[in-house]
C-alpha cells in the first residue's frame, strides 16, 4: 500500500512538477527559464509573456490535468464497482452521452456554460441508464455484455449527436471531430474553474467511501454482510461519475481510454485499493493528459492534433492487450 | 437447552419463498450465547436460505427472524456487521487483494468517512492473523491461496468485524480432511455464538453443540446433537441406512451410511 512506495509518490510528484515547468515554456512563444521564474514570480518585464502564460498557457494546462485526473478517477471508480477492469467512462458510453447532450445545448443555448454542463450531465445520465439496463439484466461481471452494451450506447449517441450537429451548421466538421476526439484549444479560467472543483469533489467523495468501496471488490453480497450498502453507494458514484465526466465532456471533447488505461498502470504502481488507486490515478491521469497535449499542440507545426487522436492510439493498443490477458487460457 | 443463557438469533415460524419456490417452511429454532448450532441436511434442504435468513440478506415471507429479540430488519446494515460476521462461500476477486487488505475489510463496519487506520486496527490485524496462522501468507495475493487458506483468511476478517456472531456457509467445502478439522477447531476456540452449515454429519457431530436437521425445507429435528442424530431420523431424511457407531476415544458417536440390501427400501 502507500507505505511500502513512499518513493514513487515522491517520483510521480516531482514529475508534474517538471511536466508543470516544461509544458509551461512549450508553444509558438519560446519562453526561457529565467523569464519563467519571473512570470511566476510576478517580476516580468513583458506583459505579452504574461498574457500568454497566464490566459493561455497554464489554464490550459491546468484543465488538462484536471480533465486527465477527472477521468483516471471516474475509470477506476467504475471498474472497482462493477468488478469489471474494462470499465471505462468512454467504454461505458458516459463520453458519448455527455457530448449528445452538450451538443444540443451548444444549439439551443450558445455560449451559455450552465445549460451545457447540465445538458452535457443529463445525456451521460442516460447513457449510464442505458447501459445499466442491459448489464442488470445480464448481470454485472459479464465482460463481453458490458463491453457491448457500452459500445452499442456509445456509437448510437455519438451517431444522433453527429447527425444534429450536421444538421444544425453547414461547417459542423471541425464540430463534430471535437466531441468525438476531444481538445483542449478553448480552455479558460472558466471553464478550470468548472472542472476543477468537482474533479476534487469526487476524489474526496472516492476517499471518503474507500473502505466500502475496497470491501465491493469481493462480492455483493459479502460487502453486504461488512455493512455496506452496495446498491445505494454504486448508484451514488455512478451518478457522480455521470456528472464530471459530463463537465470534462463539455469542456474539452470526447478524450478515450484514459480512464481505463490509467487505473490499470497505476495498479500496478501503487496498489489496488481505493486510497492508492484513486491518489494515484489522479497523479497519473494529470500528468499523462498534460503530455498528451504538449504533442498534440507541438507535433504537427501550424495545426493541432486532436487529442483523442493521440489516447485512441495508445488506448486501442493497451486494450487489445488487456482482452488477451483476460481470456482464459 | 438451558433457559438462562440468552437466545441470541431466534426463528419463529418462518417460511420462505423464492418466486413459485417454498424454500423454507415453518421454521423455528433459536441460537444461544456462546454455542454453536450447526445446520444440516440432504442438497436442496435449505441450508444455505436459512442462514441467509439469519444475516438478512433474504427476507422471511411469513414469521420472524429475531436478533437479540429485536426484528432482524430493524437494524441497520453496519450496526449489524459490527455484531455479526459472515463467512460465506466467495469468489476470488478480479481486482487481486492481498490477505492483509482481504482481512482489514473487517473494519468497514466500524469507520466513518475519512476515518484512518490506527496502531489499534495493526495490532487487531496481526492477532488476527496470528490466531489463523496466517501471518506468513500476509502479502500474499488471494488467488495464491489454497482453499483452507483462504476459509482462514475470510475468518481472519471476521476476527478484525470483532463481531459476537460468526455465521458460515460450508466452511469446509471442498478441503482436505486436515483442513476440515483444522477450521472447525479454530472457529470453536474463538468463544463465539456460531452457525454454521454443514455437509458432513460427522463433522457436525464432532463440532457442534445443537442441530438442526432440515430436510424439504422443513425442521426435522432440532436440539443438542446427541438427541437428533439418531439412525432412525438419518436414515429416513437420507434415504439411506445408518448406523451410529460408539467409540471408547471419541466423546460423539461415529455416524456410518452403508448400502441398501437388494430389495430393500426405505423410502
Known amino acids: ?329 | 437447552m438451558d433457559p438462562n443463557v440468552a437466545a441470541v438469533l431466534q426463528l419463529h415460524n418462518v417460511s420462505l419463498q423464492l418466486g413459485q419456490r417454498t424454500v423454507l417452511e415453518q421454521v423455528s429454532c433459536s441460537v444461544m450465547t456462546g454455542r454453536t448450532l450447526g445446520i444440516v441436511g440432504p442438497n436442496g434442504a435449505g441450508k444455505s436460505s436459512l442462514l441467509r435468513l439469519l444475516y438478512g440478506e433474504l427476507q422471511a415471507s411469513q414469521g420472524q427472524v429475531l436478533f437479540h429479540n429485536k426484528g432482524i430488519n430493524t437494524y441497520r446494515r453496519a450496526e449489524l456487521a459490527r455484531q455479526m460476521a459472515v463467512v460465506m462461500q466467495s469468489p476470488v476477486p478480479v481486482f487481486n487483494l492481498t490477505t492483509e487488505q482481504m482481512v482489514m475489510l473487517g473494519l468497514v463496519p466500524h469507520k466513518r468517512w475519512f476515518d484512518p487506520t490506527t496502531s489499534q486496527d495493526h495490532h487487531q490485524l496481526q492477532l488476527a492473523l496470528e490466531k489463523t496462522g496466517l501471518l506468513a501468507l500476509r502479502s500474499k495475493k488471494l488467488v495464491e491461496l489454497s482453499g483452507g487458506e483462504l476459509q482462514r483468511a475470510f475468518i481472519a476478517r471476521a476476527l478484525v468485524q470483532n463481531a459476537k456472531v460468526l455465521l458460515l456457509d460450508e466452511p469446509t467445502n471442498h478441503l482436505d480432511v486436515h483442513y476440515q478439522h483444522q477450521i472447525l477447531q479454530l472457529i470453536r476456540q474463538l468463544n463465539l455464538t456460531i452457525v454454521c452449515c454443514l455437509h458432513d454429519l460427522n463433522l457436525a457431530a464432532s463440532y457442534c453443540d445443537d442441530i438442526l436437521l432440515l430436510d424439504q425445507g422443513r425442521v426435522q429435528a432440532f436440539g443438542p446433537a446427541e438427541q437428533v442424530l439418531t439412525p432412525e431420523r438419518l436414515t429416513r431424511v437420507f434415504h439411506q441406512p445408518c448406523l451410529l457407531l460408539a467409540h471408547d476415544e471419541l466423546a460423539r458417536p461415529v455416524i456410518h451410511f452403508y448400502p441398501k440390501h437388494q430389495g430393500e427400501d426405505h423410502d
Not at chain 1, 467504454?91 to 451545457?116: C, H, K, N, R, W
Open chain 1, 1 to 329: 500500500m502507500t507505505k511500502q512506495s513512499p518513493w514513487r509518490w515522491l517520483l510521480a510528484l516531482i514529475l508534474l512538477i517538471i511536466t508543470l515547468l516544461m509544458s509551461i515554456r512549450l508553444g509558438s512563444a519560446a519562453i526561457s527559464y529565467g523569464q519563467l521564474w519571473q512570470l511566476l514570480t510576478g517580476t516580468a518585464a513583458d506583459p505579452t509573456f504574461d498574457a500568454i502564460v497566464w490566459q493561455i498557457r497554464l489554464p490550459r494546462i491546468a484543465m488538462a490535468f484536471f480533465a486527465g485526473a477527472g477521468l483516471a478517477i471516474c475509470g477506476a471508480l467504475l471498474q472497482n464497482m462493477s468488478r469489471n477492469p474494462l470499465a471505462d467512462p468512454y467504454l461505458f458510453g458516459l463520453t458519448a452521452g455527455a457530448g449528445l447532450g452538450a451538443s444540443l445545448a451548444m444549439i439551443v443555448f450558445p455560449e451559455q456554460q450552465l445549460p451545457l454542463a447540465l445538458s452535457a450531465f443529463a445525456g451521460a445520465s442516460l447513457a449510464v441508464f442505458l447501459v445499466v439496463l442491459v448489464c442488470i439484466r445480464h448481470g454485472w461481471q459479464q465482460l463481453q455484455v458490458m463491453l457491448l452494451a457500452g459500445v452499442a450506447v456509445s456509437f448510437m449517441l455519438s451517431a444522433i449527436s453527429s447527425f444534429i450537429l450536421y444538421f444544425a451548421e453547414p461547417f459542423a466538421a471541425n464540430r463534430v471531430i471535437f466531441w468525438l476526439m476531444g481538445s483542449l484549444s478553448r480552455s479558460d479560467w472558466q471553464g478550470v474553474a468548472i472542472v476543477a472543483p468537482a474533479v476534487l469533489a469526487l476524489l474526496l467523495l472516492g476517499l471518503a467511501f474507500r473502505r466500502q468501496l475496497d470491501a465491493m471488490l469481493l462480492h455483493d453480497e459479502s460487502a453486504r454482510t461488512l455493512g455496506v450498502s452496495v446498491d445505494r453507494i454504486r448508484l451514488l458514484f455512478l451518478l457522480c461519475t455521470s456528472a464530471v465526466t459530463a463537465f470534462i465532456v463539455a469542456q474539452c471533447g470526447g478524450i478515450a481510454f484514459v480512464g481505463l488505461m490509467i487505473p490499470h498502470l497505476v495498479r500496478q504502481w501503487f496498489g489496488v485499493t481505493m486510497l492508492p488507486l484513486l491518489l494515484g490515478s489522479a497523479l497519473v491521469g494529470g500528468i499523462f493528459l498534460i503530455w498528451v497535449d504538449n504533442f498534440a499542440r507541438s507535433l504537427l507545426m501550424q495545426q493541432e492534433i486532436p487529442l483523442g487522436v493521440i489516447t485512441s492510439m495508445l488506448g486501442s493498443v493497451f486494450f487489445l492487450l488487456l482482452l488477451r490477458r483476460q481470456q482464459p487460457g
